[in-house]
């Protein structure tokens, strides 16, 4: 054997960039004049966590922006801020990660599981059978991957469905041209550490509808302080919401905002470079056999922060130790398929309590879904190692599968 069927990846999965010296700056100035809590603000200062929703309004071209403690909490807020309560159902993907579902559960809401397709979207056909159920599409584009959204919205917009958009994973994506976040009515983002820019924990929400926004930031905690935002509605659209809206605390602060606003101005850049990331593993990866690629179409403008495959008919046995054979060489891969949740990983019936119903289809793709992260303290060498190592144990668990099926009678 060669050194390079014997090489070994040395890098963390989990380990990301440091935050830019313009942010540990800017943090250091809130934190000499201690006011962090995004209301308290010198005369004629506009405060960090102001300034970061005007950014962020501006960066993906939408009218408002409100930023929030987490990705979770912006997504329970837009159900709230669209009128979901106790009992109502709400379509969501059967496939994308706990927090969705949890969302839904916070609301006291009913979570109707739509299934995914073999490219890891929503399914449309699926979801055009079940929306006539309710009122409401909580879509989450999990791990990068953009349905076609025009038909998306067609379905939604003639089945009369309001779409709140989970962008946990593709901030700074688009379809068509369009930024991912704004097909529906609402966008939710999350900034928590192993997403696209890094405040520990956070979240945005963006849309046009003044009512729908001027109701999440008063159900922010906004202590009818909502004329000190830069990118809220005009106070008109407060009016009449003042004595009907919970003050459910969940504002972000300064803090954290010092820390974004760098990063936002480097997103682009970042984009950009995981994506480079992804194209070398997939290019490494390219005709192993029993392994398949999942199709990027050209009018989704992905960001690639990870990576997955599916092992299509492989035995649970047989991915479990691809899995461990792949540890042992330093390569970290998530599998969808194990019985129970694992860290990031879980699939929707570990969810009990939502009562999900069995999803064939979803079952089938999940049964054979690898997933690996792909931070940007990868260099594009690593990521091709990485993709050699991956493409090594493949190709030998198809070789040995093939070698034991021709000498079974
Ligand atoms: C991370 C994530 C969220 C938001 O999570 P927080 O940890 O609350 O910021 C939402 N949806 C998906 C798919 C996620 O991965």
Redesign the pocket.
Known sequence: MTDTARETFEGSFTQQEPIPEAGIAAALEVLRHGRLHRYNVASGEAGEVALLEQDFAEFVGARYCLAVA????A?ATALRAVGVGPGDPVLTNAF??A??PGAIAAVGACAIFVEVTGDLTLDLHDLAAKAGQAKVLLL?H?RGHLCDMERLMAICDSAGVTVIE?C??TMGAAWNGVASGRHGAIGCY?T?T??HMNSG?G?LLVSDDAKMMARAVLLSGSYMLYDRHLAAPPVEAFEGLLFDTPNISGRMDNLRAAILRPQLAALGAQCAAWTDRYRVVEAGLAGTPGLRLIDRPAAEDFVGSSFQFLLPGWSAAAIRDLVARAAARGVELKWFGADRPAGFTSRYEHWRYADPVALPATDLVLAGLVDMRLPLTFSLEDCAQIARIIRAEVTQAEGAARAEATTTP
């Not at 987490?70 to 909490?73: F, I, P, Q, V």
């Open positions: 987490s990705g979770g909490y997504l994308t990660l927090p969705v989450s999990m989970d946990a994973h999350s928590q192993y997403k924990e979240g």
